[in-house]
Nanobody
Framework: QVQLVESGGGLLQAGASLRLSCAAS????????LGWFRQAAGKEREFVAA????????SYANSVKGRSTISRRNGQNIMYLQMDDLKPEDTALYYC???????????????????WGQGTQVTVSS
């Protein structure tokens, strides 16, 4: 099984930018579709963004679309989430996840991901 470790979270002010990273070990991420999810305190985990194995398919939640970019570097076993114009409502614990996805797999559904990182905290102040 692949192991995932997120990094790059921190304390930021509204309007700032940051890039989250998800480093993998124990397996090549080229074999997986990848996604980002987040969970705010007291709320359920929600989908943020996903990317197919070859980056041919990318999707974003409406809440981050237009100001976020998901990308991957398979040769370096790492995935990124670039976030711009951060808002207080972006405050959450951000998780990366890996899926043994096939063409029909809905990557916005967290139950389709088998492997998860421990999360990295993003806190945005107004």
């Amino acid at each position: 099984q692949v192991q995932l470790v997120e990094s790059g979270g921190g304390l930021l002010q509204a309007g700032a930018s940051l890039r989250l990273s998800c480093a993998a070990s124990g397996g090549a991420i080229s074999g997986y579709a990848l996604g980002w999810f987040r969970q705010a305190a007291g709320k359920e985990r929600e989908f943020v963004a996903a990317i197919r194995r070859d980056s041919s398919g990318i999707s974003y939640a409406n809440s981050v679309k237009g100001r976020s970019t998901i990308s991957r570097r398979n040769g370096q076993n790492i995935m990124y989430l670039q976030m711009d114009d951060l808002k207080p409502e972006d405050t959450a614990l951000y998780y990366c996840a890996a899926s043994r996805a096939i063409l029909s797999t809905n990557l916005q559904q967290e139950t389709n991901y088998a492997y998860w990182g421990q999360g990295t905290q993003v806190t945005v102040s107004s």
